[in-house]
């Protein structure tokens, strides 16, 4: 799309890092879950990295810890022209 087809009141998507662990059930239910939110990729991955040290979450089942780069979007229409 064209600049001129940015929707009234369009405003940029934000970016967030989400740590966030991969898990398994036995029930077969496998999931994830959003331990932390940053607004810097700095920070997420010192979280990271304590996660990993520590290892605060490995013994409860989670398969794989990383960063989720999320965009966020004030309306849909920001999206819908983003996407």
Same mark, same amino acid.
């Given at each position: 799309? *064209?600049? #001129? &087809?940015?929707?009234?009141?369009?405003?940029?998507?934000?970016?967030?890092?989400?740590?966030? @662990?991969?898990?398994?059930?036995?029930?077969?239910?496998?999931?994830?879950?959003?331990?932390?939110?940053? *607004?810097? #990729? &700095?920070?997420?991955?010192?979280?990271?990295?304590?996660?990993?040290?520590?290892?605060?979450? @490995?013994?409860?089942?989670?398969?794989?810890?990383?960063?989720?780069?999320?965009?966020?979007?004030?309306?849909?229409?920001?999206?819908?022209?983003?996407?």
């Amino acid at each position: 799309m *064209t600049d #001129e &087809a940015r929707p009234s009141g369009y405003t940029e998507s934000e970016v967030i890092w989400c740590v966030q @662990a991969e898990f398994a059930q036995e029930t077969g239910n496998d999931g994830s879950l959003q331990l932390a939110a940053f *607004t810097t #990729e &700095a920070e997420a991955q010192k979280m990271l990295d304590r996660i990993l040290v520590e290892g605060i979450y @490995a013994h409860i089942g989670y398969t794989d810890i990383g960063i989720n780069v999320i965009p966020v979007h004030r309306r849909v229409e920001d999206w819908d022209w983003d996407r």
